[in-house]
């Protein structure tokens, strides 16, 4: 199936009008050639983790695209997990498997060749989000891969544009930005080979990529 089909067909599947217009946002800010990249990255199977996996839309749509990936979904929504398990099954998708667990409140279990989280780090504080990382780094196999899409400070204009949209998405909840360098360096400093891409999009969002292999 033609990415953008695949991306309606798993839109059309999700429970109401409001999970299926947030889909489209998030399908339209992380778009399928983005994911298509970052997804050519990653091995064609092992074992995945998505950190902060929302509705699912993004194991779903890679477990769609590679079913020899057995990938696992964490979210502190109970709600959002059950409805990434409803479409999941839908699609008769036996590789992937959400679990409800807050990542504020204790880190996760077992061991996996790739781990991913988009756009969750800015809405973590700093502390709990440098553990997060020191405890990925523990958990992620020998050779085994960690990319993180989130946005960084620069340039300040964009910065403005995706602090007034994630404002309007969590109200009160604090965020916590941060330069891209300072994200690297810490992670180079867990032993982390790091490679960073900003990336370009019609959209005025200061999007960056990192691509960290533990050696």
């Not at 695209?65 to 979904?73: A, L, P, Q, S």
């Not at 700093?126 to 780094?137: D, T």
């Amino acid at each position: 199936m033609h990415d953008i089909a695949l991306m309606k067909e798993i839109i059309r599947n999700y429970s109401s009008l409001i999970i299926r217009t947030y889909s489209f946002v998030r399908f339209t800010i992380i778009k399928p050639d983005l994911l298509d990249q970052i997804s050519d990255l990653m091995p064609r199977d092992g074992d995945f983790l998505d950190l902060g996996c929302g509705f699912g839309l993004f194991p779903i749509y890679y477990g769609l695209k590679d079913r020899e990936r057995h990938i696992t979904g964490i979210d502190k929504n109970k709600n959002r997990i059950r409805e990434a398990r409803a479409v999941a099954k839908k699609f008769n998708l036996h590789n992937l498997k959400f679990i409800n667990k807050d990542l504020m409140d204790g880190l996760f279990s077992g061991t996996y060749d790739v781990i991913y989280t988009f756009d969750l780090l800015h809405h973590i504080p700093n502390k709990v989000s440098e553990n997060l990382m020191r405890h990925i780094y523990n958990k992620l196999r020998k050779g085994g891969t960690l990319i993180i899409k989130d946005v960084t400070v620069e340039p300040r204009w964009k910065l403005w544009f995706t602090y007034i949209l994630d404002k309007i998405m969590t109200k009160n909840e604090p965020l916590h930005y941060k330069h891209h360098n300072e994200v690297a360096l810490f992670l180079e400093g867990l032993g982390f080979k790091v490679k960073v891409q900003k990336i370009s999009d019609i959209l005025p969002y200061p999007h960056v990529l990192f691509v960290c292999e533990k050696q």
